[in-house]
Every structure is written in C-alpha cells, then in structure tokens.
C-alpha cells in the first residue's frame, strides 16, 4: 500500500488509469485516490474489476479491452458521464506477449500484443486529448518497459510495441507541449509480482533451464541488483502529475535500478 505523500498534486484531479484493476495499475489508483484524485479505472477482466471496486467503492470502474478502438470509443462516453472531463491519462495496459524465437512467432500472436500494447495507448490518447484541452492542460503517461531501451530476446512483439510506446510519447509530446499537455513514459525494470514470475517460468522453458536461472540473469542486469515494486512505479506517476513534474515532458524515464544490459546466456 502506498502511503508516502507528494506534494504538489492538486486534489480532485480526474483520472483514468487503463489496466489498473490489478497489479502495476491497481497500485497507481490506490496512490491517486489516496490523494484524493477521482479515479476511473478500465480493465478487460470483470471478475477483476469487481474485487477492486469492493477495495475502492470510491472510483468507478469499466470492462474494457485496449486494443479493440469501439470498446475505448465507448469508454471515453463513460468517461464524460462518469468524470465530466480528464485531467489525467494513465495507459498502463499491457500484454506480456509470447516468449519464443521470432520464427516461431504466430502472426496473431504480434498482432494481439501491438494492438494492446501500442495500439490501445494511440486509441486512448487519441480520445483524451480533445478532454485534456477543454480542461486547459493536463498529463498522460504511458507505462512502458526498460524492453523499450534495449533489445530482448525471445520477446520481439513485447519489445517492438515499447519502442513504439516510446516514439508515440515523445512525439505527442511535441504536438501537446504547446498546449499544456505533458506526456511522458516510464520505463520500468521486472516489476514484482505475478506477471513478472509467468515471464520468467516462460523464458526457462523456451530456454530449457531452471526458473531460478532466468531469474538470477533478471537480477543480473541491474546495478542495484533488485525488482521493483508496483507501489515505487505508482510514487513515480504521481510525481510527475504533480506541480513538481511541470517541466518533464517527452521523457522515457527509467525506472529499473539501472539496467547495465541485457545479459546473455
């Protein structure tokens, strides 16, 4: 649970957090409604959604998949119902994707991937922008992955739809600066958790070798030798929602303990 305080973040902000029913994204809505920001969250798994409403009775919550444009076109009617306005963009929906050479790749396989984990933020961004300028300004950040800055193998899908995070962000950022709008991009290392453990068991076996082998190599790769946590990407998106952030703009900011490189086996 987060509770460390940022200063600077205006109370009431509206706020859609996509993806966010667990995990990384539950994270980033608790920190918001703990700031007293009104949350949305959409997330496809209704189930999901039902046990975060019962934690958090005071957002409001929608089913949605990302990476199919109808179902965020009627999002954003919710939104307007539901928020009147947007002041903050969360796009942290994201698919793992397959682990496998990429000969080996199932062209729907990629298309899945891209579709959520690029297409969805373009969908997404492209309906929140016209909010974010009625309200005057406002910030979107997208979730993106240390992936984004470096090649990885066995992951060409996942990779491919962070670098093109990458360039979506920077240049929206460009196109919305003169508005008042930042956008920006964290980048994270392997966060803990669930996600990051079937990433791991499916790497040992495209590799055939021990979990805890892959897990170690993970370890490797940063300088501080460490996972992040979910609550630590949370600490960072509110931060640069804040006054605090006001000039960070068109940023992929890293957030992995600094990845030296990708170690090979």
Known sequence: MTKQRIAGLTPGLRVLITGAATGIGRSIAQAFLEHGARVHVGD???????????????????VVDVGNAQQVENLFDEIHTVLGGLDVLV??????????????????????????????????????????LQSGGGSIVNIASNAALFGYPLRTPYTAAKWGLIGLTKTAAMELGPHNIRVNAICPGSVDGPR?????????????????????????????????????????????????GA?????????????ETLAQF
């Open 44 to 62: 496809r798994s209704a189930e999901a959604l039902t046990t975060f409403g019962k934690d958090f009775p005071q957002a409001s919550t929608s």
């Open 247 to 259: 000039r960070i703009s068109g940023q992929a900011l890293g957030l992995d303990g600094h990845t």
């Open 91 to 132: 796009n942290n929906a994201g698919i793992s994707g397959p682990t496998a050479p990429l000969q080996d790749i199932e062209p729907q396989d990629w298309d899945r991937t891209v579709a959520v984990d690029l297409s969805g933020a373009f969908y997404c961004m492209r309906r929140a922008v016209p909010l974010l």
């Open 196 to 244: 990051i453990e079937g990433v791991i068991e499916r790497e040992a076996q495209a590799r055939q070798v021990d979990a805890q082998v892959v897990r170690q190599n993970y370890l490797r790769q940063s300088s501080l030798r460490t996972f992040i946590q979910a609550e630590e990407v949370a600490n960072l998106v509110l931060f640069i929602c804040s006054d605090l």
